[in-house]
């Protein structure tokens, strides 16, 4: 059975930063895109971002202004998101999300949630 | 960037009737890259629909997709009290639509 589990979410100030993981399994996770979407408060959903299986390339949302970074480690079966920069404006449910099928996220964690506030 | 609109915003049926719902492209979309997913209140999202028509795995088949270009259409036959939720359409694994909103009373 596939299974993600994220972790790291919290409180914490603006300006801030903070590292959330993903740690999977049930599948073969060197073979698969790995995503990053949030949702905030009573809104839609946001895609953040993506990496291919080898990591060898990863893709942003434009609103995200360059701080945020996605990362993976195969050898962990673990995903990872660093945000920096943080205003209130991030402040969602973070779900990490497998590419099981084309351009489709077949399976999702149960989200962790980040809120940005002094 | 490629912007999706979904409509209506909110739909309010009842059981055994069907749902249409709309997913509109600002620029063409290849049909290989669009997707539907369901979520309930407090839940992920769930994958229904991917490359425009095909259901994921353990979706039934009173959901169905069509459409190309830049207009898409999610259709929910026979719906039951269990579909009430908000169906997000999305395009080539990234943006997503704002979402619809089907209320079964």
């Known amino acids: 059975e596939v299974q993600l589990v994220e972790s790291g979410g919290g409180l914490v100030q603006p300006g801030g930063s903070l590292r959330l993981s993903c740690a999977a399994s049930?599948?073969?996770?060197?073979?698969?895109?790995m995503n990053w979407v949030r949702q905030a408060p009573g809104k839609g959903l946001e895609w953040v971002a993506n990496i291919k299986a080898d990591g060898g390339e990863k893709y942003y949302a434009d609103s995200l202004k360059g701080r945020f970074t996605i990362s993976r480690d195969n050898a962990k079966n673990s995903l990872y998101l660093q945000m920096s920069s943080l205003s209130a404006e991030d402040t969602a449910v973070y779900f990490c999300a497998r590419s099981g099928v084309p351009y489709g996220f077949e399976n999702w964690g149960q989200g962790t949630l980040v809120t940005v506030s002094s | 960037e490629i912007v999706l609109t979904q409509s209506p915003g909110t739909l309010s049926l009842s059981p055994g009737e069907t749902a249409t719902l709309s997913c509109r492209a600002s620029?063409?979309?290849?049909?290989?890259?669009l997707a539907w997913y369901q979520q309930k209140p407090g839940q992920a999202p769930r994958l229904l629909i991917y490359g425009t028509s095909t259901r994921a795995t353990g979706i039934p088949d009173r959901f169905s997709g069509s459409g190309s270009g830049t207009d898409f259409t999610l259709t929910i036959a026979g719906l039951e009290p269990e579909d009430s939720a908000v169906y997000y359409c999305q395009q080539r694994g990234s943006s997503f639509g704002p979402g619809t909103k089907v209320d079964i009373k």
């Open positions: 049930g599948f073969t996770f060197s073979g698969f895109w």
């Open positions: 620029q063409s979309v290849s049909s290989s890259f």
